[in-house]
């Protein structure tokens, strides 16, 4: 999936054109903006965006430590959460692929200029949260619910990015393979990790409670 990612973003980067035949998609939302769908897509800009995200996270995480699951999840919760955004950092340097240019729209909301274009940390943070939250709720009658929760989520915050104006269709499209295999790969290194980590912890207390019937 990663290498996916890397072959669309450059193939995007340097074939002629292709970023003029894309901002085509973004011009014609830009000149059917209205009221409600604005409002909707400049508060998802604000909530996913770095700030907002990374408090949300750690308001969620801190509330999974203490009330819900205890350290561990809120650990493995955080982690995954963030694996997206870092994903689309990493990509965002091998590809630096240009913004939309603002002055080209009929009503840009949010122009942002720069080559971190591809992929949406937006959208790749909503992915990895859905998975989080997926996560927490597998094996509980909230599975199914959640998930499609989690997928609708993603794809309106896909959306958002497009209606601002601020990312082209393969930027929104690659972000869901990014943060996958971020999450792939992140849950693959927690399950080998983890429970090494869990078995040194348990040790010494297991020590411990045998000192007195040495004594």
């Known amino acids: 999936m990663s290498a996916a990612v890397v072959a669309v973003g450059l193939a995007a980067q340097l074939t002629p054109g292709y970023s003029a035949t ?18 909707v897509a400049m508060a998802l800009n604000v909530v996913f965006g770095p700030v907002a995200g990374l408090a949300l996270i750690g308001a969620a995480a801190l509330y999974i430590w203490l009330v819900r699951g205890g350290l561990v999840k809120a650990v493995a919760f955080g982690l995954v959460a963030t694996s997206g955004w870092v994903a689309s950092e990493f990509f965002k340097i091998i590809v630096a692929r240009q ?53 609708a989520l ?9 209606y601002i104006g601020v990312h082209y269709p393969t930027d929104v499209a690659a972000s869901f393979l990014a943060a996958t295999a971020a999450v792939v790969l992140l849950t693959g290194l927690w399950n080998v990790v983890a429970p090494r980590i869990a078995d040194r912890l348990r040790a010494p207390s297991a020590v411990r409670s045998l000192d007195p019937e040495r004594k």
């Open 22 to 39: 894309e901002l085509g998609v973004d011009q014609d939302l830009s000149q059917h903006h209205i009221a409600a769908l604005t409002a």
């Open 154 to 162: 993603a794809l309106v915050v896909g959306w958002s990015r497009l």
């Open 99 to 151: 913004r939309p240019n603002p002055a080209l729209l009929f009503d840009p909301l949010a122009p942002e200029t720069g080559s971190d274009s591809f992929p949406s940390g937006h959208v790749s943070f909503a992915v990895a949260l859905g998975f989080s939250l997926y996560f927490l709720a597998r094996g509980t009658r909230w599975a199914k619910i959640t998930a499609f929760g989690a997928a």
